[in-house]
């Protein structure tokens, strides 16, 4: 759970406002995308520095600035200024531990949201948090820059003429964004359901101390994912009750789709998170199984070995008066009792189906 969590130390006693980057920085610069559209046009550049910042507000197409990585305070201070972002709400994109949320400050709203993904090779849960600002006609994306980008699918739709992002205004490109992050959480669960589905097999296999440790990851990576599914749902559900007049009408649709999907991906965590708990009783009883069937084993080994103990003990005493010591075949007869013994016990214990079972 360490890794999902952010140190606050380094605020601790500041101002509210204070800038200060919590959370792990990007490799390499900060990088900011822009793209202009509309209609009949669409353009794509990348920039350096927001001196060019106030053409870029007042252009009248619809204006996404993608932020890649967000470490560099002095960015955000020149987003806040030319934007008019209050600087709480830069606090909150630089405290990259927030909880997902929605915030109306009249001439624009505030989301963040967290972005998550999946490492093969370790089979690790990655994420990273993402905070959008909705303007009259612009969108702000901010991202950490560490769990990838998954907004790829956007910048293809805009390339499109015949797409409906490009004849739709800025509130789309909002649901657009938060769509794709949403269906990615669907992408991870599939991911997480194929892992469990191993773990089963490993308990129902060969339950072993690794399988409960992957258990007990897999619940404190479901836990974390909880945390940050719940106020999701929240959060679309606010966007799509339209408190704010940013959000048109013909949005209002794909909103309350969005809001659909999120439930949906809460309840197949839920389910998920279900199966685990499950899972640590079966381990449990599996356990419990095998360790009943190594005792039965050692029962039925002493049972036997009890009526033999018997008979070596009673012809041990060494009297003088035992007739049996004098006659010539009393050990061979001894041996065969014994053998005659063991094997009748395991006659006996076929039949009543405890032990050599089908």
Known sequence: MSRHVRNRSKKAGAAPGTLVHLGREKAGATKIDVIEYD????????????????????????????????????????????????????????????????????????VVLKMIGFDETSGAITSEQVSLVLGSHYVLSFQEGLAGDVFEPVRVRLKNEKSRLRTSGPDMLLHALLDVIVDNYFLVLEKLAERIEEIEDELIEHPEGGTLHAIYEMKRDMLFLHKVVWPLREAIGRLQRRDSSLVNEQSLVYLRDLYGHAVQVLDTLETLRDALSGMVDIYLSSVSNRLNEVMKVLTIIATIFMPLSFIVGWYGMNFKNMPEYDWRYSYPTVLLIMAGIAVGMLVYFKRKGWIWKK
């Not at 993608?66 to 600087?87: A, K, M, T, W």
Request: glycine fraction near 4%.
């Open 39 to 110: 209609a009949t046009s669409l353009s794509k550049h990348h920039v350096t520095s927001l001196a060019q910042c106030q053409p870029i507000k007042s252009s009248p197409t619809v204006t996404w600035i993608n932020v890649d990585g967000v470490s560099n305070v002095e960015i955000l201070r020149q987003f806040g200024s030319c934007y008019g972002i209050h600087p709480l709400v830069l606090e909150d994109i630089l405290a990259t531990d927030q909880r997902s949320k929605v915030e109306d400050y009249d001439d624009y709203l505030y």
